[in-house]
């Protein structure tokens, strides 16, 4: 099981730009999440989807939306990115004991 | 939602136990985590705990839970160099499918 993976690794950006962060798991869980980590803030919530078919805004989804393709897969698109997007993109997804598992994440810089 | 706070920073010799503290605010929380990021890399999880629990030990860690003042405590005992990494305390309330992290904890093990 390769568990949380996510692509690309690194990405750098100019305003304006759009781009799209994929992300897939293979552990046959129902939940999937996006985060974001900047220093000092720790990791905020953009999206989730509790389960196939559905998704929910976080705690800081201006600026993004998601798609939950199927089961396996939940990208993230920033539409026009902005300086203030720069940060490190974490997928997550949780198992129904509420153990939540983590990608490696996306190193994104926008100029 | 609910604050969950830590300390920003812990340093420990080598050989020495850490203990790493954590306030919740959301008597709801039914699952607390602790999650270890080492630089560059993704969240791993460490250990958990469920909310009717005291204690939890799993090799060299131990979780202590005290429900009353909603604090939680990592100890590592015989702290390795290689525990160096950044801590973060997370819970997981009744009405959340998203766990709300605390800013984390940069632990530093000096020879």
């Given at each position: ?111 | ?48 705990i469920f909310s009717n629990m005291d204690m939890k ?5 131990t979780v202590l839970l005290n ?45």
């Amino acid at each position: 099981n390769a568990g949380v993976t996510q692509t690309p690794k690194f990405q750098v950006l100019k305003t304006g730009q759009s781009m799209t962060l994929q992300c897939a798991q293979d552990m046959n869980h129902n939940s999937m999440y996006w985060y974001r980590q900047d220093p000092g803030m720790g990791l905020r919530l953009i999206y989730y989807s509790a389960s196939e078919g559905t998704t929910d805004k976080g705690e800081v989804p201006n600026g993004y939306n998601v798609s939950r393709l199927n089961k396996r897969e939940f990208s993230l698109r920033l539409e026009s990115a902005a300086p203030s997007q720069t940060s490190v993109y974490f997928c997550a997804s949780t198992h129904l004991s509420g153990m939540q598992f983590f990608g490696p994440g996306t190193r994104l810089t926008v100029l | 939602g609910e604050d969950v706070e830590q300390s920003l920073f812990l340093s420990v010799r080598e050989g020495d136990s850490s203990v790493i503290n954590c306030t919740y605010t959301d008597s709801s929380s039914t699952y607390l985590y602790w999650y270890k990021q080492e630089p560059g890399a993704g969240l791993q999880l460490l250990t958990y705990i469920f909310s009717n629990m005291d204690m939890k030990q799993d090799q060299r860690l131990t979780v202590l839970l005290n429900k009353k003042d909603k604090h939680l405590s990592l100890r590592i005992a015989d702290t390795q160099t290689g525990d160096s990494a950044i801590y973060f305390c997370a819970e997981r309330s009744n009405s959340g499918y998203a766990l709300n992290f605390g800013k984390g904890t940069s632990l530093l093990v000096t020879p």
